[in-house]
């Protein structure tokens, strides 16, 4: 009879242990995830606030370079493109990403592009209201910056550990998969060639 007790506890015992392991590694694996979904969340508001103020941009640019058409629609056109790829945070796999980076990318070159046609206008360079915008973007491309490199890193935990061994095998039962991480536009390793 004390036999089957002690049967009965270690079995208890070993359930518990198990119980515990299992859990704890399941409670990290979400922790980890939804962080990684915070992070993003934190990278479209950024990207929002670039696109919420490229009207006002635009719109201070038209007044003094109107006939610069082509260059103040590619603007409006890549902000609108850049708007509508939206990603839910569920959703986040390497197709989806790269659809949201390339529309993102999209809209710096046309700002890019934007800025060059400025540099013709010295009068709108003064101009208060354009400084202050550019600034506020300029900020903007920062945060966009810093944003991109915490959602990177939460990310780069996440697969870490989700990658490890045995979590690894529990990760592929419980459905938890790599997510994408932000990478650099092709030959951004190459410095742009400057002449005068």
Not at 33 to 53: I, K, P, T
Not at 72 to 78: D, K, R, T
Request: proline fraction near 3%; aromatic fraction near 12%; glycine fraction near 6%.
């Amino acid at each position: 009879m004390k036999k089957i007790w002690i049967v009965v506890i270690v079995i208890v015992i070993l359930g518990f242990v198990g119980y515990s392991w299992f859990k704890g590694i399941y409670n990290g694996m979400v922790t980890m995830s939804e962080n990684v979904d915070g992070q993003w969340a934190q990278v479209e508001n950024v990207y929002q606030r670039r696109a919420d103020l490229i009207p006002n941009l635009v719109e201070v640019v038209k007044g003094y370079a109107s006939h610069e058409k082509e260059t103040l629609e590619g603007v409006i056109n890549a902000r609108a493109k850049a708007t509508s790829v939206n990603i839910d945070a569920n959703n986040l796999n390497a197709e989806t990403f790269a659809k949201f980076q390339q529309a993102q990318e999209g809209l710096t070159g046309a700002l890019s592009k934007l800025m060059v046609v400025v540099e013709r206008y010295p009068d709108l360079k003064a101009n208060q209201n354009f400084l202050e915008l550019q600034s506020q973007l300029e900020g903007t491309e920062n945060r966009i910056t810093v944003e991109r490199q915490k959602f990177n890193t939460a990310t780069k935990e996440y697969n870490t550990y989700i990658k490890l061994f045995p979590k690894n095998m529990l990760a592929g039962m419980f459905g938890f998969s790599p997510k994408p991480y932000f990478a650099s536009q092709m030959g951004a390793e190459t410095a742009p060639k400057v002449s005068f």
